[in-house]
């Protein structure tokens, strides 16, 4: 099987649970993008040989598996926290997505004057085990950072931008269906 140079650098990036994103400010990940694209059937034909099956989302690529049930469990507690994170920014500005710039010392401004937005933020101290906002919401933006939904633009600015994969996050959402007999019993 003839796969690219790289095809260890992508393994080592996907296999920890990150995305390669087209919009990555990081000139090496857009290059793994590339190359991604280009070689999309034989290198997914190589991860599955171990295991890996490789995923193309909307302008990004990751990992997937078979897991087991306990592995599930998890699995899903991590998709509450995910869901939760999405819905707090979500509500900072409903247009958070892929591409957005933002700063935490603007979500700290709005948290001052907007009472859903304060509710959510205490809402998510469960994931950072903090009291203070600030604290929190840098944990959360590290976390989001650690987990490729997002990376550090502008270090002296501390300015951010959502990537691509930051779609994963919101067809996670879309993907949940409730049936219509059971929405009248979902408190809003």
């Known amino acids: 099987m003839n796969v690219p140079k790289q095809t260890g650098e992508i393994f080592d990036i ?19 993008y590339n190359v991604l694209e280009e070689h999309f059937d034989e290198l997914r ?17 990751y990992f ?20 939760d994170i999405m ?7 409903s247009a958070f997505g892929p591409g957005y710039r933002f700063t935490p010392s603007d979500i700290l401004v709005r948290l ?3 009472a859903a937005l304060k509710n959510k933020i205490e809402g998510l101290k469960k994931y950072s085990n903090d009291e203070n906002y600030a604290e929190s919401l840098r944990k959360i933006v590290r976390m989001l950072v650690n987990d490729n939904f997002i990376e550090l633009e502008n ?13 994963y996050l919101e067809q996670l959402v ?3 269906a409730i049936p219509e007999e059971v929405r009248s019993e979902i408190p809003e």
């Open 14 to 32: 996907l296999s920890r649970g990150q995305f390669i994103c087209s919009n990555s400010s990081r000139e090496t990940i857009r290059r793994l």
């Open 45 to 61: 034909n190589y991860f599955g040989a171990i295991y890996f099956t490789l995923e193309r989302g909307d302008e990004f690529f």
């Open 64 to 83: 997937s598996r078979s897991e087991s049930k306990t592995d599930l469990e998890r699995k899903i507690e991590t998709a509450y926290k995910w869901i």
């Open 87 to 93: 819905d707090f920014f979500k509500t900072f500005d």
């Open 112 to 114: 001052n004057v907007d």
């Open 155 to 167: 270090e002296i600015s501390d300015s951010y931008k959502a990537l691509s994969s930051f779609k």
């Open 174 to 176: 879309l993907s949940i």
